[in-house]
Structure formats: C-alpha cells, structure tokens
C-alpha cells in the first residue's frame, strides 16, 4: 500500500475567522453548539436555582405552621387583636407573605431574563 | 330570607352574564377568538378574569361552611388555593405561555410528541373537569333551594342554561369580560355585608367564637378554634396532605391553565399570575369572616347539615328588615356569580379539549366547539343530580388532589427535566390518575370508619403525588432512547425570553 498523495491545500489569509466572531448568542444556541447548549444550561439553571429558592421559603414559612402547630400547642392560647394567634397567621399574615414571594419572584426572574438577553445578543 | 330578593339578585346577575357574553359576541368572530380571546388580553383585566374564573362555589360557600363546622384546620383551604398560585407561578406561569399550547394535551403533545399521551391527557382533561363542574351544580341547587325551597335540581339546571348560552354565543372573549366583572361582584358582595355584620357583632358585645362557653355543632369554641384539633384521626397528616393537594393541584386545572394562553407573552404571564395572588389574598379573608359569626348567629345550620348555605343567611339573620334582605341577596348575587364565572371556564376548558380531539374529525371548527360545549356541561349536571352531595369545598379539594397527582408532575417534569419521556409520562399518570381516583371515588362513598384507611383515602395528596413524580421519573430513566429528539429546541421555546431572536422549532398550537 502507498500512502495516497495529499490533495493540494490552498493557503488563504483566514478571512473567515472576521464572521465567526460576529457570531451572536443566539446564534449558537440555533445552531446548538456547545457555547449555546451552555447559554441555555446556564439560563435554566438560574432560573430553577431561583423557583427553589421561592418554593423553599413557602415551604417553610407557610406550610412550617402545621409543624409549629404541634410542637407549641400553646400558641392557640395567644390572643393577637382578639383572635387565637392561629388564625390570625392563616387568616390574614401569610397572604402579603405570598405576595412578597411572588413580587420578589417576578422581579428577579425578569433580571435574570434581561441579562440573559444582554449576553445572547451581544 | 325572601324568596323576592333572593330571586331577583339570580335574575339580575344571570342577565348581566348574558348581556356581557352577547356583547362580547360582536368581537368574537375568529375561532381564535372563541379560544384564545386571540391573544390579547391585558395583565390587569386578565387577572381579574382569572379570580373570577378561580372563585368558585367552594371558594365562596365551602370554605365558610368549613370554618363554621370545624374550625381552624379549614383555613387551609384558602390558604392553599392561593399558594397554588405563587406555586404555579414559580414553576410554570411564564413557560405554559411559551409553549404557546393551548390546553394540558397540546402541551403533552408538543412537549413529548407522543399522540397516546395527549388521548391520556384528554380524558384526564375531562374528568378533572367534570368532577370539578358537579359541585358547582350541587352548590346552585342548594342556594336556590335555600331562598326559595325549589328542588334541588332547579338551580343546577339554571346555571347550566346561562353558562351554555353565554359560552355558546361568544365563546372566550366575551367569557375573559364576564368573568373579571364576576370577580369584583364576588368581592363586593362578602364584603359589603361583612362591615354591617361587624358592627352588628361589636354592638352586641363582640364575644369571640373561640371562646369555651360558646357551643355550635356540640364542639366548644375553644376546641373548634384551635389547629389539629378535629376533623380526622390524624390531623397533621390530613392538613400536610391538604397543602399537597393544593399547592400543586392548581396548576393541572383544566380552566385555570387554559387562561395563560390569553396572555401576549411570557412576562405578562407572570406579572398577571402576580396581580391575581393579591386578588386571591384580599378575597380569601372573607369568608372565614362568615364562618366564625356564623358560630355566634347561626350553629343550628351544623347540626341540620347545611353549613354550606352560611354566607346566605348570615346577612338576614344577623341585620333584621330590609336590610338585612337586600345584604343577603347580595350574597346570593355573588354565589349565583361563583357558580356562573366557574363553571363557564371549565366548560370553555372541557369543550376546547372534547372539540379538538373528537368532535373537530366531523364538524366545522366552531360548530364543534358548540357541540362540544353542550357535551362538557350536561353530563356532569346529571351526575350532580344522581350524586350525593358532599361538602363543596370538600369535593373540590378531591379534585385538586387528582390535578395533583396527575398533570402536576407532567408539567413541572416536562418543562424543568430534559429526560422525560413519553413512556414515563404516561406511567406517571396512569399510576398518579387510578390512585387518585380511587381514592376520591372512595371518598364520595365514604365506607370507612374513622382511622388511618380513611385519612388516606380521604385526603390522598400526600402519598399519590410523590408516586406518580417517581414513577414519572424512573420510567422515565429506564426509557432514555424515548427522549425526543427536538428536546433541546422546545427548552429553548420554554425558557427564553421572547424579546430574543431565536429559532423555537414550531409552537404546540398556532
């Protein structure tokens, strides 16, 4: 066997490399390479860090109460505004609780949304 | 209370339904229109729409009923219907908008491409459906039977009547004006009648229901006040199960999903689901209002079995004369609005999916809408009819834990987890639906004593829902060459901001 000839390179200036960089984001995540497999990853991961950490903080301020119910039943007995304390935190306290979560939550993916923008079109 | 009134406040309401519905039939020409309001309703008018939508016959009658009979623990209720919303909103608000999926099956279709599954999701579409109408119709009967003695029947048939025309007329757009009008008429109709019952209460003393010496239903004041102390054998378990079953149960409600569609974007998706958490939150602390005057003014409707019917009478019994009369009509107004604005939406939700999937093979797209409509509302108002009633508000948080347990984990799975397949979706809720099922069926037929067999069939949530999530995801790993190959392209479509130039593959529905 004998080695095949090597096919004739043409050497040019590498003018390509110019349009290459020009590349967007959005572009590379089109075209699904590993740059825009990364911006995606890193959007979703964000974002689901920031879910978590909303869903955690109900979890414990809201649905903490049954638990808090039971190791202090004494908490009944409290009396806020001439109510037992009970249902002044389930009545009343924990809706602007959500809200606040909700409001922060809105607010926090909405920046996460623009950086992800700024970086995508750049 | 007078029939007169009573009868009046229906009427009115009813015709106010029909005239905004006729209205909103000059601009519904489209089939768009018909199902998606064409996409362009606002944040605020949208959110109100959305209250109006949620506010249903347990929201407005059941959760009173509750509080009256058995205290502190019903507070979840209301508590969990509105961190369902903050829940969703986290989890899925701006992504269901992405998707650009009209109903739960286009988003199973779209997302897993897999037709059995979107069958699956259609006919879990339609039971949830269905089984969350029933009370609705339940909760008619038994207002209009209670101003005017009529059947029980009577008021089921009539507000399946006002819905069917109004949804036949004008289909989504006009429904989205109806229902944010039925949302403010909710609202002012328990709170109006709560200042005058107040001030009644404070002239007469302002005694606490939570006191010892105050007996309603046989249970001392101080015991029905305080948390985990009635309703079951194991109320820490009921009450966690509860909070499973409503923090996550409404975001796999039919109507409630369907309403996200209408939003321009995935940003305005959110910022309306934040608007309707305060909408939620200031309508939530009424009704529990009713239930605990109702310990003061009203324990004979313990024992007679119709807690339910508090937010009714309360008004008459407590402010005596005319007054009184017209607050309660008010009230009535507002039950005969919870029914109509609820009902309406699942009837839209139930119909657009029964069109797409059977009726569509035959007929034109919006005389298949019509037929379908008539379909979604007549069978669960005769099952309503053959059905034994149980608490509204119960059978509603039956229902939740159904959503729960089935479209719950299909959305939160197939828009957070790039390995969902289709084989493993399908498991989830054939496992997550029979479970549920089951154990609401049983629920309804209530053979059990009390005792840990009947706390866990009664409220399922917390064992089902963990269920079909690891069944979702296990099958799901044992079938990794089922993931589809446009995955990376539809988490693009779900994720990214619209703003963003960028190929999203083809959206689930145009």
Redesign the interface.
Known sequence: MTDPVPDRVRVTSPRQVGTRLARTGASEIDAQTQLGELYMSSLLRSQGRLAVTVLVALVVLVGGLPLLFTWAPSLADVELLGMPLPWVLLGFAVYPVMFGLGWFYVRASERTERDFTDVVER | MSAAWGVTAIALVSVATLVLGIFGLRVARTTSDFFVASRSVGPRLNASAIGGEYLSAASFLGVAGLVLAFG?DM??YP?GW??G???L???VA?QLRRSGAYTLPDFAEARLGSRRLRTVSSLLVVAIGWLYLMPQFQGAGLSLGTITGARPWVGGVVVAVVVLVSVLAGGMRSITLVQAFQYWLKLTALLVPVFFMLQVWLGDG?V?P?TESVTAGGTPGDVW????ASTSAHP?YS??SL?VAT?LGTMGLPHVVVRFYTNPDG?AA??T??AV??L???F??LP?VYGALGRLYAPDLIASGRADTVVLELPARMIGGLGGELLSALTTAGAFAAFLSTSSGLTIAVAGVVSQDVVSRWLRPITAFRVSAVIAVVVPLGLALAAPGVSIARSVGLVFAVAASTFCPLLVLGI?WRRLTDVGAMAGLAVGGTCSVAAVTDAFVGTHGPGWVADLLGQPAAWTVPLAFLTMIGVSLLTPHRVPSHV??F??RL???E?????RGRPARN
């Open positions: 502190a507070l979840w508590v509105t961190a919303y903050l829940v909103l986290v989890l701006a302002g606490s939570a006040a305080a948390p985990l820490l009450t966690y909070i923090f940003r959110r910022r689901t934040l958490l305060a939620l939150g200031v939530y602390v529990p957070w990376a392209r988490m693009v994720h990214t901001p703003a963003v130039v960028l190929d």
